[in-house]
C-alpha cells in the first residue's frame, strides 16, 4: 500500500520562529490534507489540498503531487501551534485515507 | 458546524471482555472510519465504511470488526479485549473521495 512519511518526527522551536515540515507520498493520491492534533487529542483539519498552494493566517501549505510531497510552514509560531501534526492522503482509486506518523512540534515560550 | 460523537471518552475493561466503541455523526456523511492511535505509529486504519451494511478492511483489522447499520452511526467492536489493544480510537466521518473528514474527540481505551 501507498507509504506516508513525514519529517522531521519532533520539531522544538522557540516562540516566533518559522518551521516547515514535510509530507513524502509514494503513489498518486486524489486528496491530501493536513492535521492539527491539540494535547486534548482533538484532530482539527487545517488544509485540504491535492494540489498547488493554500493560506490560512501565519499557516500555509504546498502540495506538489508530480513530485508527491507536501510541505506545511508555519511563520511566527505561538506556543499554541505546539502538538502534532498529521499529513493524510487518499489514494487514487480508493476510499481509504492514510495517515503519516505525525511531526510533533513543540514551541518554547 | 460538523459534529462526530463518539461514546465514551474513556474506559478501563478486562481482558476477555466485548468492547463497544460507538461513533455518530449529524452530517449525512457516505464515509465513516475507525483508527487508533499509539505513539510513534500515528493514525492506523482499522475498518472503514463507505455505506450502510459496507465495511472494508484497513491496515490493521485483526481483532476488531465493525457495525454500520445506519447512515449516522459506526460501531467498532472487540470481540475478546486484550491488553494489545489498548489505545486510543479515533472515528471520523466524511463525504467520499475528495473531500475533507472530520473526527470525533477520540476514546481513551484501557485493558487491564
Excluded at chain 1, 52 to 79: C, D, F, H, M, P
Excluded at chain 1, 80 to 93: L, Q
Aim: charged share 20%; proline share 4%; aromatic share 12%.
Amino acid at each position: 500500500g501507498i507509504q506516508v512519511e513525514q519529517s522531521p518526527p519532533d520539531l522544538i522551536l522557540q516562540e516566533g520562529a518559522n518551521s516547515t515540515l514535510r509530507c513524502n507520498f509514494s503513489d498518486s493520491v486524489n486528496n491530501l490534507q493536513w492535521f492539527h492534533q491539540n494535547p486534548w487529542g482533538q484532530l482539527i483539519n487545517l488544509f485540504y489540498i491535492p494540489s498547488g498552494t493554500k493560506q490560512n493566517g501565519r499557516l500555509s501549505a504546498t502540495t506538489v503531487a508530480t513530485e508527491r510531497y507536501s510541505l506545511l510552514y508555519i511563520s511566527s509560531s505561538q506556543t499554541t501551534d505546539s502538538g502534532v501534526y498529521f499529513c493524510a492522503v487518499e489514494p487514487n482509486r480508493d476510499d481509504k485515507i492514510i495517515f503519516g506518523k505525525g511531526t510533533r512540534l513543540h514551541i518554547l515560550p | 458546524d460538523v459534529k462526530v460523537t463518539q461514546s465514551s471518552r474513556y474506559l478501563v475493561k478486562r481482558t476477555g471482555e466485548k468492547v463497544f466503541l460507538e461513533c455518530v455523526q449529524d452530517m449525512d456523511h457516505e464515509n465513516m472510519f475507525w483508527y487508533r492511535q499509539d505513539p510513534g505509529l500515528g493514525l492506523r486504519l482499522i475498518y472503514f465504511s463507505y455505506d450502510v451494511k459496507m465495511k472494508e478492511k484497513g491496515d490493521i483489522p485483526e481483532g476488531y470488526s465493525v457495525s454500520r447499520e445506519k447512515k449516522e452511526r459506526f460501531s467498532l467492536i472487540l470481540e475478546s479485549a486484550s491488553t494489545n489493544q489498548t489505545s486510543m480510537y479515533l472515528c471520523a466521518s466524511g463525504r467520499g473521495p475528495g473531500n475533507t473528514i472530520y473526527f470525533g474527540e477520540g476514546s481513551w481505551l484501557t485493558v487491564v
